[in-house]
């Protein structure tokens, strides 16, 4: 309690200090910088309140409140992104998480469950595994599509915000079809306090759930207005930064929450945690904001640069090969760990 406290502290004060940088109108690298780092932060405050809160549930309902929550700051960074007609970050931050899941965290955890595990073979329910690919290939037809119609310039290229809205309702609709049954099929058997890091009291969760989702609104409103004059100074592209350090710093929930339960040898409610954010950001968050971009004055569609289309598609794939069979090896989450190194190499050089 007392280490959660301290590190809680430490965010509030890089938090404060990004804010009161962002207010002062100093330089916007600092407050890119430090507006990263809360994020990160942020979402551990809200990954810790969450497993918290979700201690009392097993693990099908524990792992989709973790992403929902958790995919937090992404939802923020993009809506603020698209009302300041960044749509190059908004795309890239949604495409960022979703990299970030389930190519880095996904081979970090298995790295380590596997290793925890007898005969270092990391075992886990093969459903989870195979709805996502399920899911991530849905989503991956709409995007293929739409990028070839782009390219090709037919007649429905010009009808891309219509077919968008069309894809993200059809999109939606299958996903909460697919978290009705899943969570259904859950037993709600409240899981051990142990190991699902119980860390503080209920009613202290949800208060900090409220604090610091509000917290990561904020945040993210500076980090977006940051992310202009900071880019070019610091010499990266936009497109880096949303794959990238929007993936990552936004993703600090997985990356720790998905890890270290695999390590524990919580092989299930680590890819729970994982693979329900992987599934979230492309079948829900995605849509979702599709939709909520005809709102703004530059609509989010589908259609995504060619490299990201085919990345996805290895991603998928690879995926499907190394978890729908239920178990995993050190050496295969490396694989996607080394996948996820290359996109963001070609993503620097963009």
């Known amino acids: 309690m007392k280490r959660i ?31 990263g780092a809360a994020l990160g932060g942020l979402a551990w405050i809200i990954g810790v309140a969450t497993e918290s809160v979700g201690a009392r549930f097993g693990p099908a309902v524990t792992g989709v409140l973790q992403s929902t929550l958790g995919n937090l700051p992404e939802l923020f960074i993009v809506l ?33 469950g596997a290793r925890a595990a007898e005969g270092e073979v990391m075992q886990f329910g ?24 782009d390219r090709l310039g037919d007649r429905a290229s010009r009808h891309q ?16 079809a697919w978290l009705w049954s899943y969570v259904r099929g859950d037993r709600f058997e409240p899981c051990d306090e ?12 949800l208060a900090t759930l409220a604090v610091a989702g509000i917290g990561a609104a904020f945040v993210s409103d500076w980090f977006v207005a940051a992310i202009d004059p900071a880019v070019k100074a610091l010499g990266i592209s936009k497109a880096f930064t949303g794959i990238v350090i929007v993936g990552i710093a936004g993703n600090a929930v997985e990356n720790v929450v998905g890890i270290t339960l695999a390590a524990k040898g919580q092989s299930d409610l680590a ?12 079948c829900f968050l995605f849509p979702a904001l599709v939709l909520l971009s005809l709102f703004f004055a530059d609509r989010l569609t589908f259609v995504l640069n060619p490299v990201y289309i085919g990345a996805l598609a290895v991603t998928a794939l690879a995926m499907w090969q190394i978890t729908g069979d239920g178990e995993a090896y050190a050496y295969e989450g490396l694989a996607l760990v080394a ?4 996109l963001a190499t070609v993503t620097f050089y963009e």
Do not use: M, W
Not at 271 to 282: G, T
């Open 80 to 112: 603020f992104s698209l009302s300041a007609g960044e749509i190059v970050v908004a795309q890239t931050s949604i495409l960022g998480s979703l990299f970030a899941n389930a190519l880095l965290v996904l081979g970090l955890a298995i790295a380590a």
């Open 161 to 176: 915000v219509a077919i968008s809205v069309v894809g993200a309702v059809c999109l939606l609709a299958v996903y909460c």
């Open 339 to 342: 996948l996820y190194v290359i």
């Open 271 to 282: 890819v729970s945690v994982v693979k329900n954010s992987v599934a979230q950001i492309a």
């Open 5 to 35: 406290a301290a590190l809680t502290a430490a965010v509030a004060a890089v938090g404060t200090a990004a804010g009161t940088l962002h207010y002062a109108g100093s330089t916007p690298t600092a407050v890119f910088v430090l507006s």
């Open 194 to 205: 142990e190991q699902t890091h119980a860390a503080l009291p209920f009613g202290v969760s």
């Open 126 to 149: 093969r459903r989870l595994p195979n709805d996502t690919a399920t899911l991530l290939l849905l989503a991956l037809f709409a995007i293929a599509l739409l990028g070839l119609s």
